[in-house]
């Protein structure tokens, strides 16, 4: 697991889908492969998936991304998920749904099961960064459990526009 070892703090491992239907499936299923070699796994693992599941529909949704980018970061104490999109073309028409389909409900299960998410521009050029933070379960002192903390603030220097589940 990250951060078990002395100068391994954190783990990443970034993919890349294409920007159509099957592409939820397939990200799912890389997320699922990564997280195993990493350990995460039971309740953590399975928010992580239904977290990644709902960034990469929404990309695929709101946008003409052509390529939708995956970040899976690990540490001992929290898991970080981001999603690329490469924004709208200006002028482009994406299709909606009716108020009758089962959707728009993919923000309030992130916010149920993230610790944390926020958004930032994708830059240089058009596009979102979505992501997600997941408190892992860390042994404390004495053998009990305690939860992690999420930081915010700026990534990469942009700001970072946070919204913490509570």
């Known amino acids: 697991m990250p951060?078990?070892?002395?100068g391994t703090d954190a783990a990443r491992c970034g993919f890349e889908v294409p920007?159509?239907?099957?592409?939820v499936a397939d990200a799912r299923r890389l997320a699922r492969e990564q997280l195993d070699r990493w350990g995460v796994e039971g309740e953590v693992g399975d928010s992580a998936a239904l977290v990644l599941t709902e960034l990469v529909t929404n990309a695929l949704l709101h946008t003409g991304s052509r390529r939708i980018?995956?970040?899976?970061?690990?540490?001992?104490?929290s898991l970080r998920l981001a999603v690329t999109d490469q924004g709208a073309e200006p002028g482009s028409l994406r299709v909606q749904r009716s108020g009758a389909d089962e959707?728009?409900?993919?923000?309030?299960?992130?916010?149920?099961v993230s610790s944390?998410?926020?958004a930032y521009d994708a830059r240089p050029g058009p596009g979102l960064v979505v992501w997600a933070e997941l408190r892992r379960?860390?042994?404390?002192a004495g053998g009990a459990a305690a939860?992690?903390?999420s930081g915010a603030g700026a990534v990469g220097g942009r700001?970072?526009?946070?919204?913490?589940?509570?």
Do not use: I, K, M, Y
């Open 19 to 23: 920007g159509r239907a099957d592409a």
């Open 69 to 77: 980018g995956c970040e899976l970061h690990c540490s001992a104490d």
């Open 116 to 118: 944390s998410w926020g």
């Open 103 to 112: 959707q728009g409900r993919g923000l309030l299960l992130v916010t149920a």
């Open 3 to 6: 951060g078990d070892r002395p």
């Open 147 to 149: 939860s992690g903390t």
């Open 159 to 166: 700001p970072v526009v946070e919204r913490a589940a509570g």
């Open 137 to 140: 379960e860390v042994p404390a």
